[in-house]
Each structure stands twice: as C-alpha cells, then as structure tokens.
Nanobody
Framework: QVQLVESGGGLVQPGGSLRLSCAAS????????ISWYRQAPGKQRELVAR???????NYADSVKGRFTISRDNAKNTGYLQMNSLKPEDTAVYYC???????????????WGQGTQVTVSS
C-alpha cells in the first residue's frame, strides 16, 4: 500500500513564502513523475508544477518564476517552494505521483489528501 502525505500548508500574507512537502510511504520500488495540483473554491483542479524522475520540470504560467518544484529521491519526498505568494494562489494543494510498487512491480497513480494554502492579509 502506497500513501502520499502533504504538509506545509497554512495562512501567509501576500508576498510571503511557504514550502510544501509530499512524503511517499509504503512498498515503493520507484517514484517517477511527481506533480503538484491545486483547486480553488468553485474552480477546476489545475496543474501547478511537475518534475520527472530525471529532474525535468515544467510549471503553470501563473507560477513561473515564483514556485520551484524539487525532489529528494533518497527520502521519497517532493517539495514545492512557493515565493511571492498572491491571494489568487489560495487553494487546496494536492500532490500526485506515479509510483512503481515493490511486490507487484505495477505502476499506479496516487494522490495525497491535500493541504490548504491561504494567502491573505
């Protein structure tokens, strides 16, 4: 059984920073792509950033230059560093990952439970 757990969300003032973490646990053989999505009230879930197993990254235009996605393969953890936060960044942020399991050797797509980020003065 594989689980993803996000942490690091909270309330921050405009212009502030937060660092989200996504820790994977369980019977993990390998983690491929790690992605961060967000969903604001009344809006569809959208891709924020993605990092491949090789370290290639891509970002939504709305966060380019402000957010940085990274990963620590030894810790089975992904990160999203968010700087210069704006009120429109307020959303629930979800971690998503493609993970190959040890026993079955099958690759599944997993979601975390989400962490709330609120940007407000």
């Amino acid at each position: 059984q594989v689980q993803l757990v996000e942490s690091g969300g909270g309330l921050v003032q405009p212009g502030g920073s937060l660092r989200l973490s996504c820790a994977a646990s369980g019977s993990i053989f390998s983690i491929y792509t790690i992605s961060w999505y967000r969903q604001a009230p009344g809006k569809q879930r959208e891709l924020v950033a993605r990092i491949t197993s090789g370290g290639s990254t891509n970002y939504a235009d709305s966060v380019k230059g402000r957010f940085t996605i990274s990963r620590d393969n030894a810790k089975n953890t992904g990160y999203l560093q968010m700087n210069s936060l704006k009120p429109e960044d307020t959303a629930v942020y979800y971690c998503n990952a493609d993970i190959r399991e040890v026993v079955s050797r099958s690759t599944g797509n997993y979601w975390g439970q989400g962490t709330q980020v609120t940007v407000s003065s």
